[in-house]
């Protein structure tokens, strides 16, 4: 083997080994084996389109919050790479028959983008404004997390895909919210869920599980 041979055969195993140490040390589910896999986020986003789907009869319209889309150059392991994933799953699951209003929101480029990026009381304000605008929409849709939602306030059944998961045990608890998807916060049988990726990182939750859910400790985010 010739010594150019050789460097390249040493620099791949130092890739590899530092690939998997970044795999095995990562404690947040949305850092695990196959970050890359871009498939699960977008799948979260196509599983929230049929739930809404199915409740809606395929009819209505809603409210879309969702993030702009990223520049380009970003890495598969970039948030706002996951989040534009999700939202092009959504659109592409949901049936033509159902408008959407859009409410673009700027969110920061942060790992924890759905959770704190753009805030619980800004969302609620941008809701409030699109609902002046779309008073009778059918259902709002966050993929920007979890909004906070005065006590007092009356608004159309919301779905949202957050990193909150006291938000989305609070809210639903409260009874606005219908359907969450949040990150897996345990240990997934990786080999048994060989590619089924949505199921490795994530999981849904309704008003049925959800206090079993936050029970568990699962209402909580990652740990980091």
């Known amino acids: 083997m010739s010594t150019k ?10 890739a590899l080994v530092w690939a998997g140490n970044r795999i095995l040390n990562s404690d947040d589910p949305m ?15 196509k599983v929230l389109a049929k739930q809404i789907a199915k409740d809606l009869e395929k009819t209505g319209s809603l409210l879309l919050l969702a993030p702009p889309p990223p520049p380009e150059g970003l890495g598969l392991d970039n948030p ?32 924890d983008a759905q959770m704190t990026g753009a805030s619980a009381e ?7 404004k699109a609902l002046e605008k779309h ?65 490795v990182f994530y999981e849904t939750v309704t008003p049925d599980t959800v206090a079993a859910w936050h029970q568990a400790g699962k209402g909580s985010p990652p740990s980091k």
């Not at 799953?89 to 942060?110: D, E, K, R, W």
Request: hydrophobic residues 40%; proline residues 7%; aromatic residues 6%.
């Open 122 to 128: 800004l969302q609620w304000k941008n809701i409030r």
């Open 135 to 199: 008073p009778k929409v059918s259902a709002i849709v966050s993929l920007v997390g979890c909004p906070k939602i005065p006590k007092t306030a009356e608004l159309p059944p919301l779905y949202v895909l957050s990193r909150s998961g006291d938000q989305v045990h609070d809210n639903m608890t409260a009874g606005y919210i219908s359907f969450a998807i949040v990150p897996c916060n345990s240990a997934q049988d990786f080999d048994s869920l060989r590619g089924d990726w949505f199921s």
């Open 31 to 45: 850092q695990k084996p196959l970050t890359q896999s871009v498939d699960a986020h977008e799948k979260a986003g």
């Open 80 to 111: 706002q790479t996951w989040m534009a994933r999700q939202t092009q799953g959504f659109l592409a699951g949901l049936p033509n028959s159902i408008t959407v209003h859009t409410v673009p929101v700027s969110v920061a480029q942060t790992r």
């Open 5 to 14: 041979n050789v460097g390249v055969t040493l620099l791949s195993l130092c």
